[in-house]
């Protein structure tokens, strides 16, 4: 390995990092970051639980969670399956990479170190993803502990703090799948160092900025935030006890 490539390589982990610090502080130029404003909506959303006795609609979100969570872990099992083959196929790699220009390369040890840093990014990112789907496992036990609606009204300080447990696990099982995927996205930066080092550090700062945007710039985060709510809603209260017009269940008898 060359000079450039340590230097690269101190880069890749500074950047990482130091996003990952911005991430943990509250506000980036006034800006509440898209994670921040997500734990805000799973507290509205465990609270929101708390009156209604028919908790279909929250098991499913929680089931969409998991799933997720498990799809990534699954991928991450093929990536390093993947990695360990690109091992046992070396020198057919270096053999097309030497017809490539501006690849520079500098040795079958160097290839194979690098091959190996991309293993353990994926291997990272798995038990990430692997602790993140246990936690929300943990996250739709104590879900079930959240009393009904005619025991929240009777001790509202238990039903709190049963809500409270599961905004708790819910945040941190989010905060490990993120993790685990912001391996992921920064593995796409890694691949450049398969080219050489400077190609490394230029992909990994165009992904770090890509994930700033996305957290503090994005129409995404206005969504959440309600930033830009339209002037004219046109939702209204609808009258139960009178039908649509014509006895349709379309408004206007559509």
């Keep these: 390995m060359t000079v450039a490539d340590y230097i690269a390589l101190a880069f890749f982990a500074i950047l990482w990092l130091g996003y990952a610090w911005l991430l943990r502080g509250r506000t980036f130029f006034g800006r509440t970051s898209l994670t921040h404003a997500m734990t ?4 509205e959303w465990i609270y ?4 209604r006795d028919l908790k279909m609609i929250d098991t499913q979100i929680m089931a969409g969670l998991q799933n997720g ?3 990534f872990a699954s991928t991450s099992m093929f990536a390093i399956g993947s ?6 196929a070396t020198d057919k790699v270096k053999s097309i990479f030497a017809d490539l220009p501006y690849v520079f390369s500098s040795g079958t040890a160097s290839f194979e170190l ?3 840093g991309l293993t353990a990014l994926f291997a990272y990112a798995f038990f990430k993803f692997g602790w993140s789907y246990r936690l929300f496992n943990y996250c739709s036990i104590l879900f079930g502990s959240i009393p009904m609606v005619r025991d929240s009204e009777t001790d509202v300080i238990a039903a709190e703090r049963a809500a ?3 905004i708790r696990m819910n945040v941190i099982a989010g905060g490990h799948f993120n993790e685990g995927l912001r391996a992921i996205f920064l593995s796409i930066g890694y691949l450049g160092w398969f080219v050489n080092a400077y190609v490394f550090m230029a992909t990994t700062a165009i992904i770090v900025v890509v994930l700033t945007r996305r957290q503090f710039f994005s129409e995404a985060r206005l969504a959440i935030m309600d930033a830009n709510p339209p002037s004219i809603l046109h939702l209204s209260a609808i009258r139960r006890d009178m039908p649509p017009d014509g006895g349709s269940d379309l408004p206007g008898g559509l």
């Design 114 to 116: 690098k091959v190996g």
């Design 83 to 88: 990695c360990f083959a690109l091992l046992g």
């Design 69 to 71: 969570t498990a799809f």
């Design 48 to 51: 929101n639980s708390l009156r």
């Design 164 to 166: 409270e447990r599961v």
């Design 40 to 43: 805000e909506r799973r507290r």
